[in-house]
């Protein structure tokens, strides 16, 4: 049973144009700390044991203000044995996005014998995601330290595909080095592996890569982005709406910056007939855009966003189904561990399953996965597959589910046998996850299905490190290039790393 502590939550309006950041960092140590049964004084005794000194009301403070404090986030994550670096570059995504309060530069000095001890770990097939946030961080304090751009293109690349091949938090980890890579001298390099593994068709898994782009925003990003928003593969179509809605989240650019992308976002409905997740993409970038733009993009371009089942209420109430439905999620979930309720995580549950705006619930998802409900909640959805106020609600859940999972055996029939390709996607998430290899049927439906199903029963295959049938369909002279390519990919790389 964990000890008694208010629980803190955001209060803003679910619908505004705000997050309370502090708020939602703050949540993430309170919670991390009361599931471990830790009360204040306990934590500040074992931070003292480590050589911290934060004394109860200091924590207090820190957890209800949502400090962006290096020195508790970092020590949380070690007494609680968490992966190193966890729950500061989560901390440091949310504020990054959202544009609250950055952590500080690093002033302290860097020896060599630390920079050599970091890159050989990041250079090695042992570094951990740990690691890489360390080396990250060398790069941004003028530490005296650093590569020469064409070895640090060659880093740059393997961080790319050990985050590719990552799950919850060390993928966020990873996600997070790129960043801050991103925000120091080497943005360039950063740019230039993204757009060279992007014009690649045998790449796979660069989703993280090209949003990370955002957190250096530059002129050029815009009409690169923009014309990916054509581009054949639907994959890269996903990636590049996503990076443009974080740039328009950051509102650093200015509107001149940004009217070229218009007769981009014209030409790419052209072809999105007969492809539902390209078409809700672009539904989407349209719908983020300001007054000033979208009144300059044709009106067949911005339909009518309620094509599906939407919540018709924002409130946090029991007026709202589905609202009714993520609370009762918190909930459950919080009694099974023996915790009181959270608010908070109620809310980050409807965020992540049905807000519209695509930043503000990808970081809902990544939040989830950085909590300590994150495996529980994934349980609790896939054992409740009716509890859904509708289907619409069901996928989304589902995919949050597929995300946070943390490789607890789960049945999978159902999904890896339906006829909706969505649920086949997020059935082949969940199997990349375990150790069960795919039946022959699956994989040859997942073959035969369209480029997103194709591209997650590679990843699948992948992250099992199944190179028999990795190398099976490389050979494959009837499957189209980049199918084969992306085979090679995996074989290339191997399967998911544990850390």
Not at 34 to 62: C, H, W
Request: some cysteine.
């Amino acid at each position: 049973m964990s000890r008694s502590s208010q629980p803190v939550d955001d209060r803003t309006p679910i619908a505004g144009p705000r997050l309370d950041i502090g708020a939602r960092i703050g949540w993430l140590l309170r919670t991390h700390r009361t599931v471990a049964g830790l009360s204040l004084r306990e934590m500040s005794a074992a931070l003292r044991d480590r050589g911290v000194a934060l004394s109860p009301a200091s924590l207090s403070r820190i957890e209800n203000e949502g400090q962006l404090s290096a020195t508790a986030l970092d020590g949380y994550a070690t007494v609680l044995g968490l992966p190193a670096g966890s729950l500061r570059s989560q901390a440091e995504a949310l504020s990054e996005t959202f544009r609250h309060t950055l952590f500080p530069t690093p002033t302290e000095p860097v020896t060599l014998a630390q920079f050599s001890r970091t890159y050989q770990a990041v250079s090695s097939d042992v570094g951990t995601a740990g690691d890489w946030l360390e080396f990250a961080r060398m790069h941004l304090g003028g530490s005296g330290f650093g590569l020469p751009g064409r070895l640090m293109e060659r880093e740059i690349e393997r961080l790319a595909f050990e985050t590719a091949r990552s799950l919850t938090g060390p993928r966020l980890s990873r996600r997070m080095a790129v960043t801050l890579l991103r925000r120091g001298p080497y943005a360039g390099v950063v740019a230039d592996v993204a757009r060279r593994l992007v014009a690649d068709p045998s790449s796979q898994g660069h989703w993280d890569l090209m949003d990370t782009l955002s957190s250096s925003p530059t002129p050029d990003l815009i009409p690169w982005a923009g014309d990916l928003l054509s581009d054949p593969s639907t994959y890269n179509v996903l990636g590049a709406t996503f990076l443009l809605q974080t740039l328009l989240l950051k509102g650093v650019l200015t509107l001149e910056d940004w009217f070229p992308m218009v007769p981009r976002l014209a030409r790419a409905w052209e072809p999105v007939e007969g492809d539902p997740a390209r078409r809700a993409a672009l539904r989407e970038l349209c719908h983020a855009l300001p007054p000033q733009l979208r009144e300059r993009v044709p009106e067949v371009c911005c339909p009518d966003p309620a094509y599906a089942p939407a919540p018709r209420r924002w409130s946090r109430d029991r007026r709202n189904p589905h609202y009714v439905y993520a609370e009762s999620l918190a909930t459950d979930t919080c009694a099974r561990l023996g915790h009181a309720e959270e608010p908070l995580l109620a809310r980050l549950l409807f965020e992540s399953f049905f807000d519209p705006r695509g930043v503000r619930r990808a970081n809902a998802q990544m939040l989830l996965v950085a909590s300590p409900f994150s495996a529980h909640v994934a349980g609790l959805i896939l054992e409740r597959p009716d509890a859904a106020p509708d289907r619409t609600s069901w996928l989304e859940a589902l995919r949050l589910a597929a995300f946070c999972h943390a490789g607890d055996p789960v049945p999978l029939d159902r999904l890896l046998g339906s006829a909706d390709p969505v649920e086949v996607t997020h059935g082949l998430t969940l199997a990349s996850r375990l150790d069960r290899p795919l039946d022959p049927e699956v994989v040859a439906r997942g073959l035969a299905g369209d480029e997103l199903v194709v591209r997650r029963t590679l990843y699948c295959l992948g992250m099992q490190g199944d190179d028999r049938r990795l190398e099976e369909i490389e050979n494959d002279p009837t499957r189209a290039g980049w199918v084969r390519g992306g085979a090679r990919w995996w074989r290339d790389r191997g399967g998911r790393l544990p850390r």
